[in-house]
């Protein structure tokens, strides 16, 4: 994919100068705003497409942020502090919202994507948060209107003085809680966090190396809700050419020599989430090319934790 994708989904518009609006349109001029959360996908074979991006966010005039790389996957996170409103308008936003679709679009065909980047916005009459949500290649930006909450002033960087948030009843407070918690669960199922906090354990996830048996060994650990996979070199891993023409002679099957030579030319290989009945959850591909180069090298790929997950294989293909 190219960073010049599909036009992007629009922010919701600016209020008007005086009075309000319904929906997600607060009434009077923008104060300050703010980003928190985290944008995480599968990193683009192309390098130069993550810079590209970052300097787009950066030109759109609407944030700042910076971009870091593990692995197969890559982090975008963005400067926390509270921004002024000054001059921004529709246009910087939707320039915005364009930087973060080249991103997301850039990803490889199949590569999972991750969003709980949001953005609040206080402006004279309510606070708008914008939740920019990443799906099958796709940036979806969803917003709603908010009370001002007293938290939020302490955020301005001009530290002006807003009018105070408006009572809510009881009845109101109740309701409002009701929807938030009923947000908050549908947020949690559609973006993972429920597998990440449910999913079984690294310990308990049964490890099988399949047609490596003895190329390659792997050790699992956990980190934030993904399962952390480093790979490093077996008993009988080939260290000469007369070393890997006897493990292709001796090759029971195919699958067997075609690990033998993805081993000896460090190609691609994936490691697979499984259920107990064998059934591909997800796949990340790792290459073992710094394994022929340096027998110190460890390649690591990171999996998100799944509901139904029992073992992490090693394999030649994804699986699906």
């Not at 009075?19 to 192309?46: C, H, M, S, V």
């Not at 320039?95 to 080249?102: E, I, R």
């Not at 003085?161 to 109101?172: E, F, K, N």
């Not at 934790?305 to 090693?314: E, K, Y």
Request: proline share 6%.
């Amino acid at each position: 994919m190219s960073l010049d994708g599909a036009t992007p989904p629009a922010l919701p518009p600016d209020p008007p100068a005086h009075g309000g609006a319904p929906g997600t349109t607060p009434g009077g001029a923008l104060q300050f705003y703010w980003f928190d959360g985290i944008l995480e996908g599968a990193r683009p074979a192309d390098e130069d497409t993550l810079h590209e991006a970052v300097r787009r966010l950066r030109d759109s005039g609407f944030g700042l942020g910076e971009v870091t790389t593990d692995g197969g996957r890559f982090t975008l996170l963005l400067d926390d502090a509270a921004i002024a409103g000054g001059e921004v308008g529709n246009a910087q936003r939707e320039a915005f919202v364009g930087a973060l679709q080249s991103l997301v679009g850039a990803m490889p065909d199949g590569g999972s994507c991750e969003s709980t980047l949001r953005c609040t916005e206080v402006f004279e009459g309510g606070t708008r948060e914008s939740l920019f949500a990443a799906s099958g290649g796709e940036v979806r930006v969803a917003a709603r209107l908010r009370p001002h909450a007293s938290q939020d002033f302490d955020r301005d960087p001009a530290r002006r003085t807003i009018a105070p948030p408006v009572a809510l009843s009881r009845r109101g407070l109740l309701l409002l809680g009701l929807l938030f918690l009923t947000a908050i669960g549908l947020w949690s199922w559609r973006s993972g966090y429920l597998d990440r906090l449910f999913g079984a354990s690294a310990e308990s996830l049964a490890v099988e190396v399949g047609p490596f048996d003895g190329l390659l060994t792997i050790s699992v650990s956990s980190s934030w809700g993904k399962y952390v996979v480093e790979i490093s070199r077996g008993d009988k891993y080939p260290a000469t050419p007369a070393d890997v023409q006897g493990l292709l002679d001796g090759a029971a099957d195919l699958e067997a020599r075609s690990a033998v030579s993805a081993v000896a030319n460090g190609d691609k290989i994936w490691v697979r989430l499984e259920t107990a009945e064998g059934k591909v959850l997800s796949a990340e591909p790792v290459e073992l090319r710094s394994l022929v180069a340096d027998e110190d090298k460890r390649p690591t790929v990171k999996l998100d934790g799944l509901i139904g997950a029992t073992s992490l294989r090693l394999a030649i293909d994804s699986g699906k």
